[in-house]
């Protein structure tokens, strides 16, 4: 392991010394790094607006939690890279998946489960409520403006779920004159994508913002069953495996006096993705996920200091799986009605929220049809003194048929200069059983406990326009987790002795995750360069084991030229072995580099490129499946400038 630590080093520093040396550097001056906000989320983007944090606008240099943030900027280089893809490429983040873009994935949040995961899409959940999990295969990375991830239990602000942390997905809002943009490309695999927006504002006293977004991505694919799986007698192992994925946004408001404003918001996406079925006839199935979210809002500033945020949403997540022999599908649906208030107090701010959310699930198989009622009602006090910060927040969640659960976070930092300060958190977090593991028949435990974590870090920053520094030490421990299990007690004689499940659910380990997550970056004159390093020790305390998943260490480097006409980048991504479960399907480590390039041909035409796993590394994210190879996807993009 440790030669081949080294082998992998080497390569990053060689890719890097060439990249220096093709791009001579130029004066000292600094320039936009290549993670920029848009335009509407702040007007500088070194310092961005985080909303996820504290549920409210907040600098990025007052926030106290650790953070990553995607930019407009990032997320077009991305090119025919998914959403799980970008996150693999964030501080802090593994994922797996099995197959191609489409498969269904996991993102882990330092070290975390994918399911212990909040994802929010313009501040709505989308999390199914049968099985707990998101569907991340699911949403087309075109059509978003921008994301933010929050590190570490946010439960006192968002409610179960959120024991890893939060990653928040926020579409475009419009601002200003009529933007429209487009793009199109093609690349390896018959890959085609093609989206297009537009965006703004009237003027006036009366102001109506307005956006649409719309994508197709269309993939032949490449057969997804490597030759270390295990079944090859029962899996097709030499047909392609495509996936078609689309998706629309769009939002409306109007402010129709000042400080009051109402609005309508629609987010929808569908994924459907071709997997070899498990069968001695090697059939290949169809997994087709949708997912959308709805709501209405109204923001209203009702004093001076005092403002409202009155939303109503629902979220919908179908799985449908078609095979030859079946036609398996699961429906879930959450009514949410949320109502927060921000008090400013001097420079301080009082937050109150109430929160109603209905949760209902069908699925054919089992015949089931279940719904749960929660009732929240959080309260969080930030304090900003001089050089002082300083977050509190506590939530209580009342569960239908299963009873309340409190969470709540201590936050403080201290600004020694004005770019470097330090910070330390602790906050509880909690999830909630799915509705899968307390009622699925013949499986279900209604007893179930839910899982909780206590997390405490301390943190480190240092910014400047010309450096970014952070770095943060955790320690998250999470009792309770819901797992399989084929033993008598805690499973019913019955439940071990019927298919499919042959056991039950039931709180059988708890993990302790212990790591030190580093990231920074430096411009200089046209030049920047970036990296993060993650050391983490995700360990199962029932077995001894290292979580299924995920590596002890993980990180990227990446190095970015810029002028006014061209932008050209190379980046890596490299992971340490990992296990598939149980301590069983050993996967290698593995380093993966891209480059990615633009070049603005005139004021609102460019053509953009970008070169996947350039070395054609053969490397696997779920035992026995087989990733992408090298693989290039080129394009032109229309944006009205």
Known sequence: MKQQFSNTQCRFALLVTLLSSVFPFQSAVAQTPSVSVSVSNSVDPLNP?????????????????????????????????????????????????????????????????????????????????????????????????????????????????????VVQIFTKTGDGPMQVGASTGYGSYGTSISDVSFYG???????????????????????????????????????????????????????????????LQVFAARNNNQYPVFSAAKPIGNQVNDVSTYSLFSKNQITQNWKSLFQAAQSYDLSQSLTPTSNAISNSRQNIYTWQNDV???????????????????????????????????????LKRGSHLGNASIRNDSISGYGPQTTGNLAYGYFFTKQLRANINYGTGFKAPSLYDMFYPVYGN???????????????????????????????????????????????????????????????????????????ATRFGNISIRGSFDQQNPIDQSTGYVLAKRARQFGNIGTEYKNTRLTAGAEGTFQANRTNFDNTGYMGGYAIYNLYGNYQITKDWSLFGRWNNIFNKDYQLSYGYATSGSNVFVGMRYAMK
């Open 344 to 382: 400013n107090v001097g420079s301080d701010l009082i937050q109150l929220v109430a929160e109603r959310k209905v949760a209902t699930a069908t699925a054919t198989t089992g015949a089931l049809n279940l719904s749960q009622t929660t009732n929240s009602f959080a309260s969080a006090y930030q």
């Open 49 to 165: 607006i985080i909303v996820t944090a504290t549920r409210t606008p907040t600098k990025a240099d007052d926030v106290l939690a650790d953070y990553v943030y995607i930019g407009p900027e990032e997320i077009a280089d991305a090119a025919q890279s998914s959403l799980v893809q970008l996150l693999q490429r964030q501080r802090g983040v593994e994922i797996s998946s099995s197959g191609g873009n489409g498969g269904i994935a996991s993102v882990f949040l330092r070290g975390s489960n994918s399911n212990q995961t909040l994802v929010l899409i313009d501040g709505v959940r989308s999390q199914s409520t049968l099985t707990g999990s998101p569907a991340w295969q699911a949403l087309p990375l075109s059509i978003i403006d921008h994301i933010e991830i929050i590190f570490g239990p946010q439960s006192s602000l968002y409610g179960s779920d959120a024991i890893g942390g």
């Open 446 to 520: 209604p007893t179930l406990k839910p899982e909780k974590s206590k997390n405490s870090e301390v943190g480190l920053n240092y910014e400047t326009r010309q450096y970014d520094l952070r770095l943060a030490a955790y320690s998250n421990s999470i009792a309770n987790l819901i797992q399989y299990s084929s033993t008598s007690p805690p499973c019913t004689t019955t439940q071990i002795n019927t298919a499919p499940n042959y056991g039950c659910a039931t709180n059988v380990a708890s993990a302790k995750i212990t790591g030190l997550s580093v990231g920074g």
């Open 201 to 263: 504002s009237t003027s006036g006293d009366q102001k109506i913002r307005y956006s649409l977004s719309a994508t197709q991505e269309i993939s032949t694919g490449f057969n997804s069953v490597a030759q270390n799986n295990a079944y090859p007698s029962y899996l097709n192992t030499t047909s392609n495996m495509g996936y078609t994925r689309s998706g629309g946004a769009g939002k409306i408001s109007q402010e129709w006096a000042r400080g009051q404003e109402f609005g």
